[in-house]
């Protein structure tokens, strides 16, 4: 998965670091529960959590983890996700080798976002006015980052509207896909090796990470 590891990187810490720095936005402006707004208010809260804990600050990894895991990837649609990084081969899977992909694509993703977090530095984030219909079930959320010293750079949320509320399907950076920066990796590992061998890859990936030195 050298590839995948190699794109993913900078994507992941781009869109922490966005999902950490949209300036805050008053909420009677919108709808409360439009995806724009939503977005905004995730970032809202958690730049004031950072800010007011020095453990975090300090690169505590379980204050992180636990960070990610309660604030920001609840409003991620992991299952459509892993199905999308996956490809055909989805469908050749058992029910218990998809509920075990959904799983372990997600424990990739907290550690990576953790990794990428525990980077956070201060930019700006451009948020672009919603172009959506009230009976969409689909949007674009797109923003813009703006830092000093570098160009700015697109930063796009790919949502959509379920029982539970919006979810992000995808992210996009400078229209790169974060989902297709795993899909040749995962694509080779299930043809050599079938979807076991693509679980054991990523067991043994997150199992990796489990072991590092904690903060």
């Given at each position: 998965m050298a590839l995948g590891a190699r794109m993913l990187a900078p994507v992941v810490t781009t869109i922490v670091t966005a999902l950490l720095m949209a300036a805050p936005v008053a909420r009677g402006e919108v709808a409360p529960d439009a995806p724009d707004v939503l977005v905004k208010g995730i970032t809202t809260e958690v730049v004031a959590i950072i800010k007011a804990d020095k453990d975090i600050q300090a690169g505590d990894?379980?204050?992180?983890?636990?960070?990610?895991?309660?604030?920001?990837l609840p409003h991620f649609n992991f299952t459509r996700m892993t199905q999308s990084a996956v490809g055909a081969a989805w469908r050749r899977a058992t029910p218990d080798q998809q509920k075990q992909l959904t799983q372990e694509?997600?424990?990739?993703?907290?550690?990576?976002y953790s990794n990428a977090l525990a980077l956070y530095?201060?930019?700006?984030?451009?948020?672009?006015?919603?172009?959506?219909?009230?009976?969409?079930?689909?949007?674009?959320v797109r923003s813009e980052i703006k830092q000093r010293g570098a160009q700015a750079l697109t930063l796009d949320?790919?949502?959509?509207?379920?029982?539970?509320?919006w979810k992000v399907f995808d992210v996009k950076v400078?229209?790169?896909?974060?989902?297709?920066?795993?899909?040749?990796?995962?694509?080779n590992q299930v043809r050599d090796?079938?979807?076991d061998g693509l679980l054991k890859v990523?067991?043994?990936?997150?199992?990796?990470?489990?072991?590092?030195?904690k903060g």
């Open positions: 990894t379980r204050k992180i983890v636990a960070l990610v895991e309660t604030k920001i694509f997600r424990t990739l993703l907290v550690r990576t530095r201060e930019q700006v984030i451009d948020f672009k006015p919603l172009r959506a219909r009230a009976e969409d079930t689909e949007v674009t949320y790919d949502m959509e509207k379920t029982s539970a509320g400078g229209g790169v896909s974060l989902i297709a920066a795993y899909q040749g990796d995962f694509a090796a079938g979807i990523l067991v043994n990936k997150n199992r990796q990470s489990d072991s590092r030195p």
